[in-house]
């Protein structure tokens, strides 16, 4: 609470600094239900932290209610209405540089970068002066992990929720969240023989991890979770229940080389920070001639792998991986043959699946890419 008090005042202090400034709450009632908001999203409780920034939002119209509620169904993993609020609240609120930055950030992570960057560009037609749109732009265009301080007011990353993660801890690499969220499937090589392990989704929820099952062949290990990873939708509407958000399911079969598809991962944050997955969109990969393997074929930044890789679809397909000094894929038969009881059963056929829209697909993304956290021996929590 002490480090969540610390970041509430100096986010208060960068809204005040920004350019232009974005409105300090102008009522005493308004400005508790943000802090409480905000303090309800950063320990999880994403329902409780929606019924104070709805309350917040009736009292008035203004972008920093409205960037709150963004977030907030983003931690739900709900993009799709994240994305759809944000693009109001850029319109808007079109002397509020932070709208802008913020719907930049949102399309950029969930596969839109060229849109994202345009964005930017209009943007700077109106703010000129503005730092935090260059730094935006470079946070989308480098890939590295957190935002320039600039960036705070904006707040670019969900909260994390569960077992608390050491400061020493690092993140290591990518993985993919299966069985119902029991288990995950992590990249053999970075781990150590040393550290225990945590996994984190874009969601923020984090989970212990216990080393079950090793495939040298395939450079993968098996994680059993503690508490499984599992989220909830949030209501819609008066009177609606929330359901259990389901992981993307497997694909019956290999994708067609050539055929779209998509790539998600984590950025490597020696820090460990919550973050959200970077979704990149391109061409399956063929198998090279000489080693028999599937290429990745989807361009990646530099990273050590280990994210999930989607069909058209959304249907889980595969496994990336960065082996020989090359990007390839690990594709679903393979997955099956070695893990088959926690893979799941296939998903339906492409005849029977149209191809999904991309903010969809990354939805699925947010909760089955797993950012892998190697914790130092001896290290507190």
Partial sequence: MR?????????TLVLAASLPALATPDRPERAA??????????????????????????MAHAADTEMALVRTYLQAGDYRQATSFSAHTAGAHRQVVEGAVLYAGLLAIGGQQEAANRLLDEAAGRFSSAPM?????????????????????????????????????RVVASGVLIDQGRHALVPLEGLQPAASLQVRNGLGQTA?????RREPALGLALLALTPALTSRSLPRALGDSAVEQPLPAAAARDPFPGSPGYAAEFRPDPRARPAWPWLRSGFQG??????????LGIEMPPGPRGGPVLDAAGRWCGIAQHRGGVDRMLPVSALRTAFGPWIGAPAADAAQRPQAAVDEVYEGALRMTLQVIAVPSGARR
Wanted: aromatic share 6%; net charge positive.
């Fill in 208 to 212: 212990d991890a216990r080393l079950v």
């Fill in 3 to 11: 480090r969540l008090a610390g970041w509430l005042a100096g986010w």
């Fill in 33 to 58: 239900l943000l802090a409480d908001g905000e303090a309800a999203l950063s320990q999880g409780r994403v329902d409780q932290a929606l019924r104070h920034f709805e309350r917040a939002a009736s």
């Fill in 133 to 169: 749109l260059a730094a935006a732009r470079r946070w989308i265009d480098v890939p590295v992990a957190e935002p320039e301080p600039v960036l705070q007011a904006v707040r670019l990353a969900p909260y994390a929720s569960g077992p608390a993660t050491p400061r020493a801890a």
């Fill in 286 to 295: 063929a198998v090279d001639a000489r080693s028999g393997q599937r290429m």
